[in-house]
């Protein structure tokens, strides 16, 4: 059942119950690249960023080389754009932005060397355009690409403040690297709770985990969507005004070993900056927000992924080698839920054990590309086809 209203510039789409799709759909295996032993071009060791161009060959910038290697749609290596440096073609220290126009180019953002790298299809360094004006810092923030192939790179709105109180905006870029006017990312009054660190010199800060947060991306048709995370909403702020999907959630429980990993990773990251830190802020609650992550496909649909319940959704032998790479087995529970653009839930996607959300994964019509990581520890990225419930 689906409800839905008007109020303002503002058009609410709630599901009460049911969906497009009548069950749960899933995502099934169709090409895989990555080993355990073997050639170097095959062996991933720290995913950063990923793109795949409308051909389906697949970009992957692997940091711990490291290098941006292009694959076809079958997975076979087939070239490597550029090296580490700071001459032409070169990088310094990239981070998740990374696109490929519909003309073949690749788009690299390279804060190092405070630039985008420009290569062909064929790998050759063609250019470089100058990142704009508070954007030589280091995210893991994709490179947005719209339909008429400007691309959008994440800034800082103003780098003066404190960095408990950064705000973020987008700059697009033309095909020919020309910038735009910023556009601001969506905000909420609201903070999140937080903790943080500081010293004379060095100062960071992260949320508390499981609390509630504002979320925002960008949709291919040139407008942000985001969501508050109190509520399960989703706002697709568009040009004719705002689109408002809501629907139904149980609230999920924070199971205590959820809760003692996140307090064990963040206390031992900040002690590695600032020794004898303890816990400065709120405590971890006890339910998890209905939203998790937002993404948009390049054919609009938007994915939400959703609290689920925390399962150790790894084998015996993969908590294992988990527990000796970080101290205790990692709880994943990715689950997303899809709409159309129109605010319809068609249903929600069970994903695959080991399906990372970081980097983004790439989503188009009915495929799904993403890196993973195996019972063995190893690092791929493949692809997948949606496969939907049967009636």
Do not use: C
């Not at 990923?50 to 076809?72: E, H, T």
């Not at 060397?113 to 994709?142: C, E, H, Q």
């Not at 791929?380 to 949606?386: A, E, G, I």
């Amino acid at each position: 059942m689906v409800v839905v209203d008007t109020i303002g510039d503002t058009v609410r789409v709630r599901t009460e119950r049911g969906s497009v799709w009548s069950g749960v759909a899933t995502l099934e295996l169709e090409m895989s690249v990555g080993v355990l032993e073997g050639e170097d071009a095959y062996m991933f060791g720290s995913i950063y960023s990923m793109a795949v161009d409308d051909s389906g060959a697949i970009y992957v910038m692997d940091r711990q080389v490291p290098v941006l290697r292009k694959y076809d749609a079958a997975g076979h290596h087939l070239f490597d754009l550029g090296r580490q440096g700071g001459g032409p073609g070169e990088y310094k220290n990239p981070d998740g932005g990374l696109a490929v126009l519909s003309d073949g180019r690749v788009v690299q953002r390279d804060p190092g060397n405070v630039r985008m790298n420009i290569y062909g299809p064929d790998g050759a360094a063609l250019t470089s355009w100058r990142l704009p004006s508070g954007g030589g810092f280091n995210t893991g923030r994709k490179l947005f690409r719209d339909a008429r192939d400007n691309t959008y790179t994440m800034v800082l709105a103003d780098r003066t403040a404190d960095v408990t109180e950064w705000t973020y905006a987008l700059v697009p870029l033309t095909p020919e690297g020309q910038p735009g006017d910023t556009l601001f990312a969506p905000t909420w009054d609201f903070g999140r709770p937080q903790v943080s660190g500081r010293t004379e010199n060095n100062s960071s800060s992260t949320g508390v985990p499981f609390s509630p947060t504002s979320l925002w991306t960008f949709s291919p048709a040139g407008y942000f969507v985001g969501s508050l995370t109190t509520a399960y909403r989703v706002d697709l702020f568009r040009h004719d005004g705002v689109l408002r999907i809501e629907k139904n959630f149980t609230p999920v429980s924070v199971l205590s070993e959820e809760r003692e990993e996140q307090e064990r990773r963040i206390t031992e990251n900040f002690r590695s900056q600032f020794p004898g830190w303890r816990w400065n802020g709120p405590p971890i609650p006890d339910t998890k927000p209905p939203v998790r992550g937002l993404y948009v496909a390049d054919d609009e649909r938007i994915w939400v992924q959703i609290s689920q319940t925390g399962v150790a959704r790894v084998s015996e032998e993969a908590a294992a080698v988990e527990e000796e790479r970080t101290g205790s087995p990692q709880i994943r529970f990715q689950e997303p839920v899809v709409f159309e653009p129109d605010g319809r839930y068609l249903g929600q996607v069970t994903t695959p054990v080991g399906f990372a959300t970081s980097p983004e994964p790439v989503f188009r019509g009915e495929q799904v590309w993403a890196v993973t990581r195996d019972d063995l520890d190893v690092l791929r990225v493949v692809r997948y086809r949606l496969r939907l419930p049967t009636s």
